[in-house]
């Protein structure tokens, strides 16, 4: 009984550690390669969707500051602004948010994925 209850004990911290491990970070500036993928969300009273555009960004970014962004979208290059709000990594993923998560709200902001990515906390 005893090496039953250790043996549930070692995975049960494990996979707590492991989970630790994975969670997001948040860094206050990004170095990018100029180039990464816009979700665009659209909000609706039930439910969210999101669109997907190739963006160009610039190679530095920091958290709290308005960014020029380009994208492709049908067809033709956009230009226009994206203020970051925050930067949530993972190992070598970035992703630029226009809104903070929040316990209040449930609806998703945009966001930039970049990858690769090298960050400053």
Known sequence: ???LMYGL???GLAGAYSSIGNADEWASSASTPGHGRMEV???Y???SSG???DVEIPRRVA???KISIRYLKDG???QDSFVVAGISTKKDLCRLHNKLPSK???SPGDTIYIQPCRYQP
């Open 63 to 65: 958290s709290g500051r």
């Open 104 to 106: 209040l709200s449930t």
């Open 76 to 78: 033709e290059w956009v």
């Open 45 to 47: 009273l039930i439910f």
């Open 41 to 43: 969300v659209t909000n």
């Open 1 to 3: 009984m005893k090496i």
């Open 9 to 11: 004990l070692a995975v």
């Open 51 to 53: 669109k997907y555009y």
